[in-house]
């Protein structure tokens, strides 16, 4: 996969200087966006000096590569960009307490790092990475504000939230305090993807983020980042503007490791709404679920499951026809969006029925451990798994 991107910020047109910072460094695959804020006016110093650790921890932590390619584990560089986005954060830290006149400053992150065919995303604050796919434009980011926490636990109206300006409140950032929560996340990357990282001075005035196509389908990238910055001063320009457009194209086989099934679920996520277990998922949660998701193929003809198996997961039919043949013989067939298994992501459960391939087909099979670990990790996520699981029991009883 070949890796390119470009930025730009501009200073907007009320504030008194540019407190934003990006780096772009397409050698090491490597793209921030901060925000600096707070510190009697010294964002900007924030920002810069959170950037600027984040890429040299990695630098100086580069064995971190070479333990990857040796093992294959992804986890390996998940925890290195976590690590570097938290040496970050002690960096502002320190250095906002060593100097009375730097208080209080903090800053926002948001950083990505490629590796082959997968992106890896850093992330704490309110700046945004959005992912352009197949004429659809992804979130693939949850803002840490005050207003999307209440949100989320609906102890206020929308009016009131936006009344006293709640999703200006950060409740995460760098450097205010020593330490600080990163999102991270691992997700693939298909070739044409496009990601776009940027500060709140220019998603502040996106409605939808689909917003952002026309302004990518210039032959240069440098014109659709100057458009994305009008965009922003159009709309009031009230905040320091930030982007870095991030394109991605094949190159020889780099690209192998993906199975047919797996890319055709990645290229159409609207696909995984209509099965129960990822209904009202967003990006970074779907992604989640994918990660600890296998996908099998079978051949016409194939036994999938014998009778009283015993299993360890649901199975999600996603392509192809299935046959389903009971203990008496009689048989059902099955076409896409067919679940069985479902039962044993929260008890013990054996199949009351053989499972075998009528033609080719797809599989998607979460295992009840998986299962179980996502809801464990992430329990907000873990709520919403356990509201799809429990709806669709219900729609299956009835």
């Not at 609906?154 to 995460?172: G, P, T």
């Not at 993906?258 to 277990?277: C, M, P, Q, T, V």
């Amino acid at each position: 996969m070949r890796i390119e991107g470009k930025g730009i910020t501009d200073q907007g047109l009320k504030r008194a200087r540019n407190e934003d910072s990006i780096y772009v460094d397409n050698d090491q695959h490597l793209y921030i966006v901060c925000d600096g804020v707070g510190g009697g006016g010294n964002g900007h110093i924030a920002s810069k000096m959170a950037a600027e650790a984040t890429s040299d921890f990695i630098a100086k932590n580069d064995s971190a590569f070479h333990d990857f390619y040796k093992t294959g584990n992804i986890k390996i560089l998940e925890d290195l960009l976590k690590n570097a986005v938290q040496e970050a954060c002690t960096v502002v830290f320190n250095a906002s307490h060593k100097d009375p006149n730097l208080t209080g400053m903090a800053s926002t992150m948001t950083a990505l790092l490629f590796i082959n065919d997968k992106a890896i995303l850093g992330h704490v604050g309110d700046s945004r990475l959005y992912l352009a796919r197949n004429n659809q434009v992804y979130v693939v980011t949850e803002d840490h504000t005050l207003g999307r926490e209440v949100r989320e636990r609906q102890v206020m109206s929308e009016e009131d939230i936006k009344k006293n300006k709640l999703d200006h409140i950060l409740n995460r950032s760098i450097g205010y305090f020593k330490s600080v929560e990163v999102d991270t996340l691992v997700f693939d990357i298909l070739p044409g993807d496009e990601l776009i990282l940027c500060s709140d001075g220019l998603h502040n005035y996106l409605r939808r983020p689909v917003q952002l196509l026309p302004m990518l389908e210039h032959d240069e990238v440098n014109s659709s980042l100057k458009e994305m910055v009008e965009f922003a001063l159009k709309g009031g320009g009230s905040d320091n503007i930030s982007v870095i457009i991030i394109q991605t194209k094949l190159e020889d086989s780099i690209y192998m490791g993906f199975d047919s099934g797996r890319n055709e679920l990645l290229n159409d996520f609207s696909i995984l709404d209509k099965i129960y277990l990822f209904k009202g998922l967003n990006f970074i949660r779907i992604n989640r679920l994918l990660n600890v998701c296998e996908t099998i193929e079978f051949a016409p003809g194939d036994t999938i499951k014998q009778l009283n198996e015993r299993l360890t997961g649901v199975y999600i039919l996603y392509s192809g026809e299935i046959e389903t043949i009971d203990k008496d013989g009689e048989s059902q067939i099955h076409a896409k969006g067919k679940i069985f298994g479902q039962a044993s992501l929260m008890k013990e459960y054996t199949l009351p029925f053989k499972v075998k391939a009528n033609t080719s087909c797809i599989l998607l099979h979460v295992s009840s451990h998986n299962y179980q670990g996502l809801c464990r990790k992430h329990p907000r996520f873990g709520v919403k798994l356990l509201e799809n699981f429990i709806e669709g029991i219900d729609l299956e009883n009835h």
